[in-house]
């Protein structure tokens, strides 16, 4: 009889390796909620290799095209750009992206931390809030990118199912990837599910009714009441075409 197969790791090397180590106790399995180990999910059994040099943990699915948009790379290399100027084209000049970081920090900073940025694209959340924020988002090409510019922790994972336990952040920050998102009410009860008792949550989203390529884009009122559903409290402040979104954790949600 041969030996028996050990699994792989999902992490070349020691268990752990390249996660910060403030952030390894916060991870859990995105299908059973077990605990992550070296070898992958002690309650499952599930295996999470990495891919381009991040632990994949992706559990879900996304709109097909934008899937495929998202992982050409010179859509990932030229999104700075875009990103620079879209917030005041799209807001009509009410507010630039130095505003928008600032309205971020304003809001998460003081909840003091952990932070998680949701569908964090080149890491342009996650790097304002600094070394204690972990960026996610279901793209290979993006956090490759993410990471040369913006050094940083980054996991690959879908916002509908993230990769943590409960309470496990006392700030989420989800910008445009609102408008993307496959299931949308389900990335709010996730975003819900991962905060503390006082946790806050931060976005920005392209304002609607309706919308091109089968984009979410919901009114004010029908976001704020998406929200009020999933256990938050707060306002969804319309900016030109966006809507800035500043909520908290309702007590006894």
Known sequence: ????????????GPPGEGVPSWLLPLLACPFCRGPLLGEGCSRCGRVFPRKGGFLDLRAFRERPLLGLLNRFPPVARGYDLWRARSTGLLSGGRLDLAGELNLLRDWLLPTGGPFLDVGTGTGVYREALGEGMVGVDPSPAFLEVAQRRRPGAYLLAHGERLPFREGAFSGVAIGPTWNEFLDPVAAAREARRVLGPEGRLFGLLLLGPGGPWGLFRPT???FLSLLEGAGFRGEVRRLGRLGLVLAEVRGGA
């Open 1 to 12: 009889m041969g030996a028996a197969k050990v699994p792989k790791p999902p992490f070349p």
């Open 220 to 222: 004010p009122e029908a």
